[in-house]
């Protein structure tokens, strides 16, 4: 057994903006057992749609409309931390490349019998029918582009899986809040008594354009301290998608820890909805979170 499978998108449990946790943590029977489900990254039906049908039936509004082709939710679902991190798999075969948003948790589940409790490994052996069946790196044909969203222990402690093979990037705009010897605990990992994973972060300046064996990926990455110093977007213009880590989610407060700032984050807040606004066609922008939200409108989200 191993600890991931998949949903489908039909699902009301598929739904990203409105996964319960507890809901989720129910196994699919038909696959190997997982920590870890997936779903092709598609946008509502539209606005419209969605209001027709109303919130109840909110689940039937998911369709291919037109689908981001090439980017997977993963959720990492029993972990032993309960933070079921969102993890983003954007598949760029033109640089033979996937690149990782985060690497959650590093699959210590709640659940005895769970066989895979490694990302790379769901990622390179686990079927996936909204990728023809296949798994996502089928043998890890593909490289890897990791980039934290920032330093949390539920955004990093899978890193060291892709550590050997594949380059690690980071904001460059506090280098010292994720130096070695601060690490341990800006990583929250000292304070819970879990072994800080090593790593070497490339560390990327603001407004890059992140690439995969010097082709590009599609996405540009933004500084947005507030949350943390090294807190960062990605933004995919092309799929009209924004990824924010833990800069904002539904439903639950926005933690800052010692190290956060308030007043940085709206600062932050202010610059990715100028982004959002300034961009051809806004409203179809879709916010996509490190915990609990994605496909949610952008502008909704960061304005209300
Ligand atoms: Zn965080």
Same mark, same amino acid.
């Given at each position: 057994?191993?600890? =991931? ?25 038909? /696959?190997?057992? *997982?920590?870890?489900? &997936? ?25 291919? &409309? ?32 996937? /690149? ?12 005895? +019998?769970?066989?895979?409790? *490694?990302?790379?490994? =769901? ?20 490289? &890897? ?19 050997? +093979? ?16 601060? /690490? ?13 994973? $090593? ?28 949350? $943390? ?19 904002? &989610? ?19 807040? +202010? ?23 994605? /496909? ?9």
């Amino acid at each position: 057994m191993s600890c =991931f499978w998949w949903l489908k998108a039909d699902k009301k449990s598929n739904v990203p903006s409105h996964i319960p946790h507890h809901e989720n943590s129910i196994p699919s029977p038909q /696959l190997r057992q *997982s920590d870890f489900r &997936y779903q092709r990254m598609q946008k509502l039906k539209s606005r419209t749609g969605h209001q027709e049908c109303g919130e109840e039936h909110e689940t039937k509004c998911i369709q291919g &409309y037109p689908p981001a082709p090439t980017t997977f939710l993963i959720v990492e679902t029993d972990d032993i931390y309960a933070e079921h991190p969102f993890i983003y798999a954007k598949i760029v075969p033109s640089a033979n490349t996937i /690149l990782l948003i985060d690497t959650g948790c590093g699959g210590a589940s709640n659940d005895p +019998d769970i066989e895979i409790t *490694s990302l790379r490994e =769901f990622l390179e052996t686990t079927a996936v029918a909204d990728n023809g069946g296949k798994p996502l790196n089928e043998q890890g044909r593909m490289r &890897y582009v990791i980039v934290l969203s920032h330093c949390h222990y539920d955004h990093i402690l899978g890193v060291e899986q892709f550590t050997v +093979d594949s380059p690690i990037l980071a904001s460059a705009y506090s280098p010292s809040f994720i130096s070695p010897i601060n /690490l341990p605990a800006h990583s929250l990992c000292k304070g819970l008594a879990v072994r800080t994973p $090593t790593y070497t972060p490339i560390l990327v300046p603001h407004q890059s354009s992140i690439l995969g064996g010097g082709a590009p990926l599609g996405v540009t990455l933004f500084h947005t301290p507030g949350h $943390t110093p090294d807190e960062l977007a990605l933004w995919d213009e092309k799929e009209k998608m924004l990824y924010v880590g833990d800069t904002l &989610y539904e439903w639950e407060h926005i933690i800052f820890p010692n190290e956060g700032n308030i007043m940085t984050w709206l600062s932050s807040l +202010d610059a990715l909805v100028a982004l959002v606004a300034q961009s051809p066609s806004p409203n179809e922008i879709r916010i996509n979170c490190g915990h609990r939200t994605a /496909l949610r409108p952008a502008l909704e989200q960061k304005t209300a």
